[in-house]
């Protein structure tokens, strides 16, 4: 009899929800989350089929990095997930407080966030959710579970990159990332305290001018008397801020957990939101290259950004299916990318939430198989691996 | 009928005098806080808005727009520009705009030619300058956005130099400041590609040759060295002064420390290979100019610190004779002014892109040993051994020697059939009209067709065969001969296009190209080569991008890759 592994991508929309249910009826959930700027209408369904279908037990809860897109379900249904069990919580060393360096860059956060209150700036709400604050969802997933508390693991764990569990028999799991000794996460202070003092300081003038009124001219007359300007004003308010939020984007998406999941004889590569920093680290320093010739699954990293997937991983790689969950939103217009989703294609079914498949359809080696508001890849084999 | 004026018009000068602040907001180094510099007379709008600049001040933070200073205003003209004050913005676009131009100009007599600024693509746009475009410590150049901007910020509580704590400090209003950042955009839009991030000495290299001409243009402000060596009198037999000059702008810059570290100091050959960071690398590079500028002082002077110490070592002690401090600051001029056009110059003999400080060095050589071929006060064996003192080689020449240094010409025999110099204009019109543009572009096809439509000299000039060969750029490039004749020479610069580095349609592009210098006849005298097909090459901007990324340089989630600017490397990340 073949024995089969069911990957569940829920169409979430610009975020990350995946359902593993591997044989016996385990079930391991890596993230759930959908972008501020998307419509979360899915997300209740997601999570109540979630229930249904686990029983309301899973043996393994992964939360890839604290993005919102990434982890906001948790916080949104957290009476569902508080009602069900969970075995073990999976997250990524970088969130484990017990760590000074950890420490210190949810310290320099608060610290922004400070910055952010004092100028009453619009982007403090989805800092607040992207960031440490984001107490609902993290909440959720370090508390209780069904009131029992689950084993809550921080990986990869400093005994090593390998690690099975009793919560999944027969399934391992490599991490390429985030390793431990990455110094440029650990650089997640900026140290650049100063800076940010100064922009404390410069808030205090709010948005007034250094000079008196005398020397302001009104925008008509500057446009009068600048016709390049074509009528409009040729800066934006870009400061210090902009980049720092974009900056930490990045470092906390290359803190993703990256986990090489095998069982039987499925190799399956889950890189949560890995940009292109974290795979030239996982190249260096693992062994990710020998193996990437057996993965048959992976999910696209990062909604396929332009960055998230380098070229050398898909080059090196043989058939696999590709699942990609993403859409399209003002933020990002550019996710997904089309040259991206291109080569995927050729080296095998692509799955996209944005245009999920229709039909049921039977390969070889696996099957796709459409559904409400999922689309499932079941994986197959037969016979010992 | 119309009565002729009987008012006959007057010619335009050839200069105007403007006055800007010498000292700097960032630090008081400085006696005589204003001087008044003279830049090419060009008529203006008001922005100040010229053929090359406009200055549109803006105030993004304030959301306010301040009155543009009008320069032509008869009131003005007559008394050298507004009145120095921090207070008035229009002092402030009047500064701006006097110091770009002093550098731009500064370019152009080096080059000998018209130099354009060039933006997004490579095209010719006008440079905008903002006074006022942030409110942080921070100016910076933005190829994207074809500008100079120059924030201003609130000093420290607690007291900093001159300042008044707590007080607005303008980055605009710092002629350090501006020269640097000016110097930034000028570079770029001779080498367009130089900027792109393949190396750890590109940007040190930008940040390092900004700073050598924001210094040695300081030198030329009038009554600037004289007061330097005044003061510091009693040692002028060392060479403190200039060091102690070199250290301040390094203050003065604020964010400098490196510079005040590296200039004067002991140099360590091994420094290179452990520091990364822009500006401290780039500090390694200044330090040798520097240093090689001193040791030509030195030579310059000597016979006038004998003559004043009547034979022996030692200066008569009190105030020294003006007449003294007259010629030794001359001198020092002088020999910073020889440094400043070598060093520009130099820019017409590096490769396209991907600049390092060993490319740099074999041009400085080349572009010397091309004006002054003797060599009469020894300046090139200065260079060389300031830069071999800090451990700055080129990759494959056989010795640190002056001939190995100096570029080669291509290897193998080169088919040159039907190029033709004269068929490129050299008095290029700084806006040409459609026809002359089209007439320019025909040109250029020949030009391209008689150097490299042959895969004979594709391989000779080490480009790919199995990748095209974009013509860059032709500039022409003046000189003259030993015995006096002026000589008409072609920059040309050919770039290649690889792979992507993060995906293989994808910028950024791995990239490959060459800079040739060729003569009237066709003949191609020095080709400097980045070639594509190296792995080494590809190794370090990989490796590079890697750190930039991790260090939150490129852009970020979902965004295509952006030109970087010098945003956030001005601020030191």
């Known amino acids: ?385 | 009928m119309v009565m002729k004026s009987p008012i006959k018009p007057v010619r335009s000068p050839a200069i105007r005098r403007l006055r800007i602040y010498a000292i700097d907001p960032l630090i008081a180094a400085f006696e005589n806080q204003v001087v008044t510099v003279e830049i090419p007379w060009e008529d203006l709008r008001p922005g100040p808005v010229s053929e090359y600049i406009e200055v549109i001040d803006y105030d993004p933070c304030a959301d306010k727009y301040y009155s543009p200073v009008n320069l032509e205003d008869p009131n003005l003209l007559a008394q050298d520009g507004h009145q120095p004050s921090e207070s008035d913005p229009r002092f402030h676009q009047q500064m701006a705009y006097a110091v770009v131009m002093a550098t731009h100009a500064r370019f152009e007599r080096a080059l000998g030619r018209n130099v354009r600024m060039h933006g997004k693509r490579g095209r010719r746009i006008k440079l905008r300058i903002y006074p006022h475009g942030t409110r942080e410590p921070n100016a910076f150049y933005s190829g994207g956005m074809g500008a100079l901007i120059f924030g201003y910020f609130r000093a420290s509580k607690t007291a900093y130099g001159r300042n008044l704590p707590g007080g607005t400090i303008f980055t605009c209003l710092s002629h350090d400041v501006v020269a640097h950042e000016t110097t930034h955009g000028i570079l770029h839009g001779l080498r367009r590609r130089s900027l792109e991030p393949s190396g750890p000495d590109v940007y040190a290299f930008h940040e390092a040759f900004a700073d050598i001409v924001a210094i040695l243009q300081r030198f030329s402000l009038p009554g600037f060295l004289e007061q330097a060596i005044q003061r510091t009198g009693a040692k002028l037999d060392t060479p403190d002064p200039l060091f102690d000059l070199g250290r301040q702008f390094g203050e003065a810059i604020g964010r400098r420390g490196a510079l005040r570290s590296a200039i004067g100091k002991d140099p360590d050959p091994g420094a290179l290979s452990g520091i990364y960071e822009p500006h401290a690398r780039g500090a390694i590079l200044v330090a040798a100019v520097f240093d090689a500028l001193v040791t030509i002082y030195k030579r310059r002077t000597g016979d006038l610190l004998r003559l004043a110490g009547g034979g022996t070592a030692a200066l008569p002690r009190g105030d020294l004779a003006p007449d003294l401090v007259g010629r030794l600051a001359s001198e020092a001029r002088r020999a910073a002014k020889h440094f400043l056009n070598i060093c520009i110059r130099a820019i017409d003999y590096c490769p396209p892109l991907d600049i390092q400080f060993g490319d740099y060095l074999r041009a400085v050589i080349t572009a010397d040993r091309e004006i002054v071929p003797n060599d009469p006060l020894n300046y090139r064996t200065a260079i060389i051994d300031a830069f071999r003192k800090r451990g700055i080689y080129p990759e494959n020449v056989f010795s640190l020697a002056e001939d190995s240094l100096i570029l080669q010409p291509p290897r193998g025999k080169l088919d040159t059939a039907g190029f033709k110099l004269d068929a490129v204009r050299f008095d290029r019109a700084s806006r040409p009209d459609t026809k002359e543009r089209k007439k320019e572009w025909n040109q250029y096809a020949r030009l391209y067709t008689a150097l490299f439509k042959k895969p004979r000299n594709i391989r000779a000039f080490g480009l790919d065969r199995d990748r095209p060969v974009q013509l860059a750029s032709v500039q022409p490039l003046q000189r003259i001969s030993p015995d006096g004749r002026i000589i008409n020479e072609l920059v040309v610069q050919a770039l290649q296009q690889g792979d992507g580095i993060f995906a293989r349609k994808e910028p950024p592009y791995h990239r490959g190209g060459c800079t040739l210098i060729v003569n009237q006849s066709g003949k191609v005298r020095y080709c400097a080569v980045k070639e594509l097909k190296s792995a080494e090459r590809e190794e370090r901007q990989r490796s590079f991008l890697r750190d930039l990324e991790s260090a939150g340089l490129l852009a970020g989630m979902g965004s295509e890759y952006r030109e970087p600017d010098f945003r956030m490397i001005h601020r030191g990340w």
């Not at chain 1, 979630?50 to 919102?68: E, L, M, S």
């Not at chain 1, 990455?182 to 100064?198: E, M, T």
């Open chain 1, 1 to 385: 009899m073949a024995e089969r592994i069911r990957i569940r991508m829920y169409h979430v929309g610009f975020g990350d929800c995946l359902l593993i249910t591997f044989p016996d009826d385990k079930h391991m959930l890596i993230d759930c989350g959908v972008h501020l700027q998307d419509s979360d209408d899915m997300i209740r369904p997601t999570v109540d089929n979630i229930k249904d279908v686990t029983n309301g037990r899973i043996h393994v809860v992964v939360g890839t990095h604290y993005h919102y897109d990434h982890i906001c379900g948790f916080g949104k249904e957290a009476d569902t997930f508080n009602a069900m069990t969970a075995d073990e919580v999976w997250l990524p060393w970088t969130v484990d407080q017990s760590i000074p360096a950890v420490r210190a860059a949810f310290n320099a956060e608060k610290q922004l966030m400070r910055v952010l209150e004092a100028r009453s700036d619009p982007r403090l709400e989805e800092f607040k959710l992207m960031a440490v604050s984001n107490k609902d969802s993290l909440g959720t997933l370090k508390g209780l579970w069904g009131g029992l508390r689950p084993r809550l693991r921080f990986l990869p764990e400093e005994e090593g990159l390998s690690l099975e569990t009793d919560s999944i028999p027969g399934m391992t799991v490599q991490f390429i990332g985030p390793l431990r000794d990455n110094p440029y996460l650990s650089k997640g202070d900026p140290g650049k305290d100063s800076y940010l003092a100064d922009m404390e300081n410069a808030e205090q003038d709010g948005r007034s001018s250094p000079f008196d009124e005398d020397w302001i001219i009104r925008a008509e007359q500057a446009y009068n008397q600048f016709p390049t300007l074509k009528g409009k004003a040729p800066l934006e308010y870009n400061d210090l801020l902009d980049d720092f939020l974009s900056a930490s984007g990045v470092k906390l998406n290359n803190s993703s957990l990256i986990m090489l999941i095998r069982y039987g004889g499925a190799a399956m590569l889950f890189p949560g939101d890995a940009e292109y920093g974290a795979w030239l680290d996982a190249y260096e320093s693992t062994d990710l290259q020998a193996q990437l010739g057996d993965i048959n699954l992976l999910k696209v990293s990062h909604h396929a950004s332009y960055n998230g997937t380098p070229a050398s991983l898909i080059d090196n790689m043989d058939w696999f299916v590709s699942m990609v969950s993403t859409k399209t939103i003002p933020s990002y217009p550019k996710i997904p990318k089309e040259t991206l989703m291109e080569e995927l294609d050729s080296h095998g079914p692509l799955i996209r939430s944005d245009s999920p498949p229709t039909e049921k359809k039977h390969y070889s080696k696996h099957s796709v198989v459409p559904g409400d508001f999922w689309t499932d890849v079941r994986l197959k084999w037969s016979g010992v691996s």
